[in-house]
């Protein structure tokens, strides 16, 4: 069995590992909901976006389940604190995330233009909000959440939604939304061909821009803000509890792990390097490789944040040392083992059947195909 120390260490990455797929992965095809309404001019063209992304978008979701449900194992002081104290925030995104199913699976069954569009602005709205209230989520981390927990570790939260949709918090929500819609232009870019294809890149460049833009006000946003420091605790390596540890704050703090370790501003850096070669990419006709660049800026936006935040999971803004962090609210030893085993075995196949999905849907969508088969796609 692994030492407990290496297993909290472990845990950190998997959970940031499926977050990073879940955006490279969900993120394309949310990416196209968000576009629909905007790249497709006729019904024949908003069907060809849709069936870029329809046959597999329901596979992609398996990250954001298996993201929640790892969070759920490895950390339940997490989950139970962010799933009540969050919970009008989190079922905003789950009733939007409604609209996918269904709008995928009905929006064809009737020609009546009315009945497609409000399908497409359906899936539009399934994809823009969860996309923003991601990136709203992770703002508030930097912020801090104001919920304390009890001597029987019973959580309280003492916030609001509305107080949720600070600046801050909406900033980061922009970064998220931009972040995502270039992954899915990238994507377009290299599914579609025509009119459509010189849209997606019209559009990739502009998502390119407000990423980059939104991504560097966000980060001279937090050099400003009080970041999370632990100043005393028991060994990493034991069982804690997070009521076993001292917390100060000070300005620049999110950025004290950079500092200590000037090789990871080599993270944020390729953010900037995925998001900006992208277009230009496309510009020359590397769809594949544009599509490669935006990955790339998913998982650095994502490990820029993690990092900065480590090993802190969920701040507490009303008391700092209650903050609940990779190292006092992981599960047992146990547990993280039997996980760490499972993940290390299940983790492949997944990769592989979604590779060899990838594979076997390959290639354009086009308008003829659309028509051809106007009865048997979505």
Wanted: include cysteine; hydrophobic fraction near 55%; aromatic fraction near 14%.
């Amino acid at each position: 069995m692994l030492d407990y120390y290496t297993l909290k260490l472990i845990w950190w990455l998997l959970v940031g590992v499926l977050l990073i797929g879940f955006a490279i992965m969900d993120g394309h095809d949310m990416g196209v909901g968000v576009l629909l309404p905007f790249l497709g001019r006729n019904d024949t063209e908003r069907r060809v976006l849709i069936n870029t992304v329809a046959p597999h978008w329901d596979g992609n979701q398996v990250w954001f389940v298996t993201a929640g449900g790892a969070i759920f194992a490895a950390w339940p002081f997490v989950y139970a604190t962010a799933f009540s104290g969050l919970y009008w925030a989190l079922l905003l995104v789950l009733f939007a995330l409604f609209f996918r199913p269904v709008g995928f699976e009905y929006r064809s069954k009737m020609p009546a233009a009315s009945w497609r569009a409000s399908w497409d602005w359906a899936l539009f709205a399934g994809s823009a909000v969860p996309a923003l209230v991601f990136g709203v989520a992770f703002g508030n981390l930097f912020l801090g959440v104001p919920f304390h927990l009890d001597d029987t570790m019973r959580s309280f939260y003492t916030g609001s939604f509305w107080a949720l949709l600070n600046p801050f918090a909406l900033l980061c929500g922009a970064v998220s939304l931009s972040l995502l819609t270039l992954q899915g232009a990238t994507f377009l870019m290299h599914r579609t061909e025509g009119e459509l294809q010189q849209r997606a890149r019209t559009a990739s460049r502009w998502a390119s821009i407000v990423l980059l833009i939104s991504f560097s006000a966000a980060g001279v946003w937090v050099a400003q803000l009080n970041g999370f420091q632990i100043v005393r605790m028991p060994d990493p390596g034991s069982v804690l509890s997070p009521l076993m540890k001292d917390v100060a704050q000070q300005p620049g703090g999110w950025f004290a792990n950079y500092r200590a370790q000037p090789l990871l501003w080599v993270i944020p850096a390729l953010a900037y390097l995925g998001a900006g070669l992208a277009p230009l990419l496309q510009a020359r006709g590397r769809t594949l490789c544009a599509f490669a660049g935006s990955s790339v800026a998913c998982l650095a936006v994502i490990l820029t944040a993690g990092v900065a935040l480590f090993p802190f999971v969920l701040p507490s803004s009303s008391h700092p040392a209650m903050s609940l962090t990779a190292w006092d609210a992981a599960s047992s030893q146990v547990t993280l083992n039997v996980m760490f085993w499972v993940a290390l075995i299940f983790t492949p196949i997944v990769l592989a059947y979604t590779a060899w999905a990838y594979r076997v849907m390959r290639g354009k969508v086009t308008e003829d195909f659309i028509r051809a088969n106007d009865k048997t796609v979505y």
